[in-house]
């Protein structure tokens, strides 16, 4: 543990009457506690980038307790088949205002990625294994993409959703005569519907009549490529480079010292507790340890927060907060990685868009069953940067929450029925020799993917802001702090805007502790 931090033994006892919920505990024994100035929760990049500001502004007495038996949440980099892939956060999106982009931007890590998502590179074909004709593709794509442009000042004042948008603005585009011929029209529709997945893979929604038009005008695009991708090591890397590890791992954090992994939070307490502890924070762990501190940095998942604030927090979250957790909305995106013994692709190709015919997509027995009806929602394959022997499958929803569920075995096999259906005609296709898929919603840690602004955001009135709201307690002191990418009024779901708001709630902690150093901003 900390040096700095100290075992504090408090009888609870003389709290009794005050604090009701410990009390069963309290009057058998003493617990002891590891006292400490403040407790972070979760050692994802907002938790990192939180325990990182703190120790680099002199402060050391606060510890990080972290569920998991790794840190990064979801940046996951993980070794498949002796190459680097990430199973969670992907690419570096954009260059102006990215504090990734700038904290490696001098570093030569960075490359642009190999998946460029065109109308030029991806090959789409439709499900009687067709490939799009190039001139029909270029003409349908680009209404689509001019609609995507447009987007921004289009959806300002739109009341509904995304897909009300783009179906709204497509059906105008394609009924003007001559622009789309009579022939061609089903293929427009399910160029359509594909893009309706794509863009539900960016938002994180289950389909894009969920996702508020407004709400998405919240979402700041930062200038520049969009899609960098990493020389070597993943994600990972700017986990390193918060940390100060990499590239001279000499000058490293001591950070170490103050994480406790496989720490899985079960309960805070921040308010009416007995006399001896009043204005402290007391967080409990599964394994039955406890931290008292001064100051708690939630950084957990909006989906955590979903499942576990009523039975986490006590006294309760005042309503305002309760308000975001149900309003704010996040969803399941999830990849599926698959190794193959040789390329059977194309050099110039990077990657595979899967179009559904009308009569395809209705009739479940010509797709092998309504158990293999998930499948339809796998969109897309991409190439995968630094391992020329992958491609990476994405799927999105309700049915990437039906995927995690499914063995190995099951998911390879379908996913193989899927691309010999498509593919099977052109290319030779050989069953992988290894897959590595994701499973973001299943895992209790996560419980999603990422966060986005639905319908419900709307009708709940609420916005990142009131999550990221300060709580004080009944003495005026903040206690209770809250970070991670969903608290974003603006970069929310990505890996920029949960490092923001890492600092922001440990610069909260440095200017009440005094302990900020104006001189080394
Ligand atoms: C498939 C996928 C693709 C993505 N692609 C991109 C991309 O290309 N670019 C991009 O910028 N972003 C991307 N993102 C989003 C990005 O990964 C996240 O926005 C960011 O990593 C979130 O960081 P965080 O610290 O807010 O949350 P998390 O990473 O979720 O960190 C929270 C931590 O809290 C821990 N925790 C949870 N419950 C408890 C508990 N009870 N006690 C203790 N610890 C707990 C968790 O284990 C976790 O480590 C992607 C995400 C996914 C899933």
């Given at each position: 543990?900390?040096?700095?931090?100290?075992?504090?033994?408090?009888?609870?006892?003389?709290?009794?009457?005050?604090?009701f919920?410990s009390?069963?505990?309290?009057?058998?024994?003493?617990?002891?506690?590891?006292?400490?100035?403040a407790?972070?929760?979760?050692?994802?990049?907002?938790?990192?980038?939180?325990?990182?500001?703190?120790?680099?502004?002199?402060?050391?007495?606060?510890?990080?307790?972290?569920?998991e038996?790794r840190?990064?949440?979801?940046v996951?980099?993980?070794?498949f088949c002796?190459?680097i892939?990430?199973?969670?956060?992907?690419?570096?999106?954009?260059?102006?205002?990215?504090?990734?982009?700038?904290?490696?931007?001098?570093?030569?890590?960075l490359?642009?990625?190999?998946?460029?998502?065109?109308e030029?590179?991806?090959?789409?074909?439709?499900?009687?294994?067709?490939?799009?004709?190039?001139?029909?593709?270029?003409?349908?794509?680009?209404?689509?993409?001019?609609?995507?442009?447009?987007?921004t000042?289009?959806l300002?004042?739109f009341?509904?959703?995304?897909?009300?948008?783009?179906?709204?603005?497509?059906?105008?585009?394609?009924?003007?005569?001559?622009?789309?011929?009579?022939?061609?029209?089903?293929?427009?529709?399910s160029?359509?519907?594909?893009?309706?997945?794509?863009?539900?893979?960016?938002?994180g929604?289950d389909?894009?009549?969920?996702?508020?038009?407004?709400?998405?005008?919240?979402?700041?695009?930062?200038e520049?490529?969009?899609?960098?991708?990493?020389?070597h090591g993943?994600?990972?890397?700017?986990?390193?480079?918060?940390?100060?590890?990499?590239?001279?791992?000499?000058q490293?954090?001591?950070?170490?010292?103050?994480?406790?992994?496989?720490?899985?939070?079960?309960?805070?307490?921040?308010?009416?507790?007995?006399n001896?502890?009043?204005?402290?924070?007391?967080?409990?762990?599964?394994?039955?340890?406890?931290?008292?501190?001064d100051?708690?940095?939630?950084?957990?998942?909006?989906?955590?927060?979903?499942?576990?604030?009523?039975?986490?927090?006590?006294?309760?979250?005042?309503?305002y907060k309760?308000?975001?957790?149900?309003?704010?909305s996040?969803?399941t995106?999830?990849?599926?990685?698959?190794?193959f013994?040789?390329?059977?692709?194309?050099?110039?190709?990077?990657?595979?868009?899967?179009?559904?015919?009308?009569?395809?997509?209705?009739?479940?027995?010509?797709?092998?069953?309504?158990?293999?009806?998930?499948?339809?929602?796998?969109?897309?394959?991409?190439t995968?940067?630094?391992?020329?022997?992958?491609?990476?499958?994405?799927?999105?929803?309700?049915?990437?929450r039906?995927?995690?569920?499914?063995?190995?075995?099951?998911?390879c096999?379908?996913?193989?029925?899927?691309?010999?259906?498509?593919?099977?005609?052109h290319?030779?296709?050989?069953?992988p020799e290894?897959?590595?898929?994701?499973?973001?919603?299943?895992?209790?840690?996560?419980?999603?993917?990422y966060?986005?602004?639905?319908?419900?955001t709307?009708?709940?009135?609420?916005?990142?802001?009131?999550?990221?709201?300060?709580?004080?307690?009944?003495?005026?002191?903040?206690?209770?702090l809250?970070?991670?990418?969903?608290?974003?009024?603006?970069?929310?779901?990505?890996?920029?805007?949960?490092i923001?708001?890492?600092?922001?709630?440990?610069?909260?902690?440095?200017?009440?502790?005094?302990?900020?150093?104006?001189?080394?901003?």
């Open positions: 543990m900390t040096s700095s931090s100290a075992l504090l033994s408090v009888n609870r006892r003389s709290g009794f009457s005050l604090f919920t009390c069963q505990l309290l009057v058998k024994h003493s617990v002891k506690m590891i006292s400490t100035k407790v972070i929760i979760g050692a994802g990049a907002a938790g990192i980038a939180a325990a990182c500001r703190l120790l680099e502004r002199g402060m050391n007495d606060f510890v990080v307790l972290e569920a038996d840190i990064g949440g979801r996951h980099s993980v070794d002796g190459n892939v990430d199973l969670g956060a992907h690419w570096v999106h954009g260059e102006k205002g990215n504090v990734v982009f700038e904290l490696l931007k001098d570093l030569n890590i490359q642009t990625s190999v998946t460029s998502i065109t030029d590179n991806v090959m789409f074909v439709d499900s009687s294994g067709k490939p799009v004709a190039p001139e029909k593709l270029a003409k349908i794509y680009g209404i689509l993409s001019e609609i995507e442009q447009n987007s000042s289009g300002k004042n009341w509904g959703s995304v897909g009300d948008y783009f179906t709204r603005e497509f059906q105008r585009q394609i009924t003007q005569p001559g622009l789309i011929s009579a022939e061609d029209l089903p293929l427009a529709y160029l359509l519907e594909w893009y309706s997945k794509f863009e539900k893979s960016i938002d929604s389909n894009w009549f969920q996702t508020s038009g407004k709400g998405l005008t919240e979402y700041w695009e930062c520049g490529n969009q899609l960098w991708a990493w020389k993943g994600y990972r890397n700017i986990l390193d480079v918060l940390m100060k590890k990499y590239p001279n791992p000499d490293e954090l001591p950070l170490k010292e103050r994480l406790q992994l496989s720490k899985e939070v079960t309960k805070i307490e921040w308010d009416s507790l007995p001896e502890m009043r204005g402290k924070v007391i967080v409990s762990c599964l394994d039955g340890s406890q931290y008292i501190a100051h708690v940095i939630v950084t957990v998942s909006l989906g955590v927060l979903k499942a576990q604030s009523k039975a986490m927090f006590s006294p309760p979250l005042p309503a309760m308000n975001a957790i149900k309003g704010l996040i969803g995106v999830n990849k599926v990685y698959m190794k013994s040789h390329q059977w692709w194309p050099e110039d190709c990077s990657g595979f868009g899967f179009l559904w015919n009308a009569e395809d997509k209705a009739g479940s027995e010509t797709s092998g069953g309504d158990e293999q009806n998930w499948l339809k929602e796998v969109f897309m394959f991409n995968v940067d630094n391992h020329p022997l992958c491609l990476c499958g994405w799927i999105v929803g309700p049915e990437a039906k995927m995690e569920l499914m063995s190995d075995t099951e998911v096999d379908s996913l193989m029925s899927l691309l010999k259906r498509f593919l099977g005609k290319f030779k296709v050989p069953y290894k897959i590595l898929r994701s499973s973001w919603t299943a895992n209790p840690h996560f419980r999603g993917s966060s986005f602004r639905s319908l419900d709307e009708r709940y009135g609420t916005n990142a802001a009131s999550l990221a709201k300060p709580i004080s307690n009944t003495d005026g002191n903040q206690v209770l809250f970070a991670g990418e969903a608290t974003h009024d603006h970069y929310y779901s990505t890996v920029h805007g949960a923001e708001t890492g600092w922001r709630e440990a610069d909260r902690i440095l200017n009440e502790t005094r302990l900020f150093k104006k001189s080394s901003l």
